[in-house]
């Protein structure tokens, strides 16, 4: 059974750096497509970043490029989002999700995503 266990959120500074990590279980990291995502309170989930590391594919959001960091640890089946220079508009619940078929270029858009974890939440303050 695909399982995703996101956490690391928190309340943090404008400026400050975040960690989230999403614990896989039931499939390997490397096999599948994994996308972090994110619900600004009373908007639509949207893509913040994609890697298919079967194929060496990368896509970041253009609102987190050069801030943000996708990497993935096999030997713990967990993937990290680094978030460098946070800002306010960077609040939102976070969650990560795999799609069993890494595509070349990764995807980023929520509806091929089939499997969901639960979120964490990320406040920025000013």
């Known amino acids: 059974e695909v399982q995703l266990q996101a956490s690391g959120g928190g309340l943090v500074q404008a400026g400050d750096y975040l960690r989230l990590s999403c614990a896989a279980s039931g499939f390997s990291v490397d096999d599948y497509m994994i996308g972090w995502f994110r619900r600004v309170q009373g908007m639509e989930r949207e893509g913040v970043v994609c890697m298919s590391s079967k194929f060496g594919s990368t896509t970041y959001a253009d609102f987190v490029k050069g801030r943000f960091t996708i990497s993935t640890d096999s030997a713990k089946n967990t993937v990290y989002l680094e978030m460098n220079s946070l800002k306010p508009e960077d609040t939102a619940v976070y969650y990560c999700?795999?799609?069993?078929?890494?595509?070349?270029?990764?995807?980023?858009?929520?509806?091929?995503?089939?499997?969901w974890g639960q979120g964490t939440q990320v406040t920025v303050s000013s």
């Open positions: 999700a795999v799609d069993q078929t890494p595509t070349q270029p990764c995807i980023i858009y929520r509806e091929y995503y089939d499997y």
